[in-house]
């Protein structure tokens, strides 16, 4: 899978060049005195013009206008080349009474809210591509699930001398030893490939245990078009995954409080160990976040990545008000950071979330007094009753067209199971609500 970048560039302008000589200065000073002397009130016009180099070369003066008139040039507008993949098909965009979506450089994106899992936007969501070091997400996901943080980290050779010296390292020595912690720092913040490796090692023994339990994660998540083949995203033909099944490893991630906490820090500094007598200063990479280059009011963090074959991929998780986003751009440009920005504004001014039992009139998902029910129905009622407040997302003009789709059973009981319901909008998936099933006893009974 080879992807060409096309990366903006200026427009070049064809200026002539400006080319003085002192001894003209000299000349047009003579041809000034034979004037005045032979009594000509008119000025010799020299053969080239003298330019004041400092004025803007944009205005030049009309001879054929009055004296106080001149003529702006005319200045060619920048022209800009985008990517070959701005104009391709932006498959939210034909969903009916959905919001129009921006065009961006990306070859891949996708915009699915945190709280509901609804798509807000899907470009080519579900073409496998390569993560780079978005895969980072699933390695400090795993850390995180599997050790506790004061755990020591022991480097082995591997873990130095199986990454290029020339991909992003923390410069870890054989044998230096950093808790579970502060590898987890260099993995979010330096996007460090060797703390990676050597994560994948002391959590699961080996490298090939690791991707076993990364793949295995994956599909318990509901990725359907994930490979992993090493921990850290270096490219490998055989390594890869999609927007959407990133969006949804970096929804279950940011609900473990550890890696919340990894992925939104912003700097950090790693104290000076046994073999490394410097202490190591990071930045989080992702240029987003607050007091960083590109800062955009919300971001809470996320991860970069960047390889030839991939290009850049980055994901994003921002809040605003009551939404919160996910954001995924893979293969994208310069970052990916304009086009991360655009799809953040598209959610937050086009989407939002609305209680399920505001929409739909007669809800059945309450705990209701069922002495009518029974006495109505002459029937035992089978009442849901949900977990907690449930929401959908939907575009802010939308009108209230929610339909249930099946009521999944999560368990073998019937009675007393769980239920999974999930809403749509105009076929569109809007979010999901989970509920118990209970018998309700009559009052009268009682």
Partial sequence: ?????????????????????????????????????????????????IKDETAPAAEVIDESASS??????????????????????????????????????????????????????????????????ITKIMTA??????????????????????????????????????TMEQMLLCIMLQSANDAAYAVAEHTSGSMKKFVELMNQRAREIGCTGTHFNNPHGLHSENHYTTARDMALIAKTAWRNTRFRRFASTVTCEIPPTELFQETRSYLNNHKMMKTEEYEYPGVLGGKTGFTD?????????????????????????????????????YGFENFKNYRVDTLVAGDTLKTLPCDQLILSSGAWPSVREPASNYYVTLPKDAKPRLMFSENKALDSSPCRGQILTNYYYYGNFAGSCLSYQKEVLSTLLQ
């Fill in 1 to 49: 899978m080879n992807h060409k970048l096309v990366f903006l560039k200026e427009s070049h302008f064809n200026r002539s060049k400006q080319v003085s000589f002192p001894w003209k200065y000299k000349a047009v000073s003579v041809l000034l005195s034979l004037t005045l002397l032979l009594g000509n009130t008119s000025p010799v016009q020299a053969s080239e013009d």
């Fill in 68 to 133: 106080d008139s001149t003529v702006q040039a005319e200045t060619p507008e920048e022209e800009i080349i985008h990517s070959a993949y701005y104009d391709s098909p932006i498959e939210s965009n034909e969903w009916q009474n959905w919001p129009e979506g921006p065009s961006i450089e990306a070859q891949a994106a996708i915009v699915m809210d945190y709280y509901t899992g609804a798509v807000l936007y899907s470009k080519s969501a579900d073409a496998q591509m390569y993560p780079a070091s």
């Fill in 309 to 345: 074959q991939a290009g850049n991929t980055l994901v994003t998780v921002a809040r605003k008000n009551s939404m919160a986003l996910i954001v995924v751009v893979l293969n994208g440009i310069n970052g990916a950071y304009s086009d991360t920005a655009a799809l953040l504004d």
């Fill in 141 to 178: 996901l795993l850390a995180c699930e599997n050790n506790s943080l004061d755990e020591i980290v022991t480097v082995s050779e591997n873990a130095v001398y199986n990454i290029s010296e020339d991909s992003s390292r923390a410069w870890l020595e054989v044998g230096e030893s950093l």
